[in-house]
């Protein structure tokens, strides 16, 4: 696919010792978002343009928010190249929690044996240090390039994913034709990124005293009643899906019970409103406005089939009430489903690299959750495929961890990614 020449050059200009010290370097900086303890992405971010710039690439810095900014590291190709390729990786962490949980400092990078510990050394601080040192060595090995690559160091990934989306709004995705989404996927292919709807649900009943329950409306059979239903959807899309070879089974997850949502609760007290918060996680095949429909009609089935049931009972008892519990769905946010051909050029381009890098089959998968890449290819059918460094399960964790070997494998692959997908002219 490249000629060995220009593969040995690539990877003779490539450091290991750099990929470590500019992800440990990143990972000293603290870039959880909180603007109470006065840290964001700011620090990360102006770093890796003034690195960028050290290294001789073209950067621009926009805010995508304040005090939020996105970098983007240009290398450009030879004239008359028709694709861009782009890496993608974020500055922002989450939060380390309480530090003291820590083996070693959240923010120190300590290195022990082959692995660097700290918030971000996986996800995915260190697949940015990659991304970057891919590129400056593909810029020191002065190989021509038949298109251009774009780094895209980008804000808050794990929160809104604004970044992203700014970048999109500000036309810079329109020239992209494909990415890489730098991400801990422990060396995988994957091709495919769940898709997310999150819900809530808003039972609203009326607040009495414990032992008078008849002279109020208690909101919990009508949780009952959407917990039940979201068993039942769940069993359906599994039923007629089946289970996804790479993002497994569909899920519709209850994941916050609330009753009373806000205030006290207590236990003589029938509380007046109940809250079911609801992430459905999604795969190819499943439509999200189909799922949205049976949401609401969930809400409203449950809002009758409840107040049907009260009514006869209060009937056989004598009492007169409104039966009813007002029931209501919110959708508070819808991510598409991503799937990429595996025939697709930036695939086809990352299991080469992969092979020529480690002498293996590469072996594909699936992404669990949404990344930046969900936005890109969902928002501009841009074809993005995630890869990266790190264990799938360390990221958020407490002595997070990522092994230095990989992570320079991972650097290797990167670069011979964009050789691939830029080494020669494309008809
Ligand atoms: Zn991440």
Known sequence: MVPPDLVDKVLGALDPAGVVDLAAALVRINSVFDPEAGTSEQEA?????????????????????????????TL?????????????????VVTPGDPAAWTHPPFSAAIVGRRMFGR???????????????????????VPLHGDILGGVLCDEEGAMTGVQDFIRRGHADRVSAAVICEPQDGLLCTSQKGAVRARFTVTGRMCHGAMPLSGLNPAPAVAEILRGLEELEEEACRTLGRDPDLNWPSFTPTVIQAPPEGPAQLNVVPGRAVVLVDVRTIPRQSHPAIVERLRRLAEETRRRVGQATRERDRRRGVTRDPEPGVA????????CTQTDRGDPVVRAA???????????????????????????????????TLGAGDREVPHQVDEWVDLDQLVETARIYALTALAYLGSPQP
Not at 51 to 73: D, H, I, K, T
Not at 329 to 336: C, F, G, K, N, T
């Open 45 to 73: 971010a102006e770093f890796v343009a003034r690195w960028a710039e050290r290294q001789g690439f073209a950067v621009a810095v926009e805010e995508a928010a304040p005090r939020r900014p996105n970098v983007l590291v």
């Open 120 to 142: 971000g050394t996986n996800d995915t601080k260190g697949n940015l240090a990659a991304m970057l040192c891919a590129m400056a060595a593909i810029r020191r090995a002065g």
């Open 329 to 336: 769905v919110e959708i508070l946010s819808d991510r598409p």
């Open 351 to 385: 299991a080469w690299a992969t092979r020529a890098v480690t002498g293996r089959e590469p072996a594909y998968g699936g992404v669990p959750g949404a990344t930046d890449g969900t936005f890109l290819a969902a928002w501009k059918g841009i074809p993005i495929v």
């Open 76 to 92: 450009a190709g030879s004239p008359g190249g028709d694709r861009t390729l782009m890496f993608e990786g974020h500055t922002d």
